[in-house]
């Protein structure tokens, strides 16, 4: 473990997401941070390098989205259509619903970020495809 990285990430690595590996290449972690239930959900992600989650999509009736606040380490986001983001400790990336994106961390880089679900109605995550290898690998 990289000492530098694990201080930095001040809200802590958390368990192997494996409930949602499914949806990840590579390894990701997760940490929540406040409940369900607790009217916003807050967690600490963290991807091992080159991980990153599939494009999926934040639908929402009203409301909903989802805001990342970039914590430690280096990252990419990218919405379809549009060219990626580097992402640093700092950062702050606000996704409407309806888009179709993607978050992760850079090939050399662990990084996390606090996801926070914004609440709507009638809210729902569509994970779709994989980002290949040749896709991630022209960043």
């Known amino acids: 473990m990289d000492s530098q990285f694990d201080k930095a990430n001040i809200f802590g690595q958390g368990r192997e997401n494996s409930a ?21 959900f807050m967690a600490n992600v963290t991807f091992e390098p080159s991980c990153r989650n599939n494009w999926h999509i934040h639908h929402a009736a009203k409301g909903g989205g989802q805001i990342l606040l970039c914590v430690a ?27 179709k994106h993607w978050h992760g961390a ?28 040749e896709h991630y690998g022209n960043l």
């Open 20 to 40: 949602f590996a499914k949806f990840f290449t590579g390894t990701s972690y997760l940490n929540p941070l406040t409940e369900p239930t607790d009217g916003v």
């Open 73 to 99: 380490g280096e990252g990419w986001y990218r919405e379809w259509g549009k060219p990626a983001r580097a992402l640093a400790p700092g950062d702050v990336v606000v996704i409407p619903p309806e888009v």
């Open 106 to 133: 850079k090939k050399d880089s662990r990084f996390s970020h606090i996801a926070v679900e914004v609440p709507g109605e009638n809210t729902s995550n569509e994970w779709l495809e994989e980002v290949d290898d």
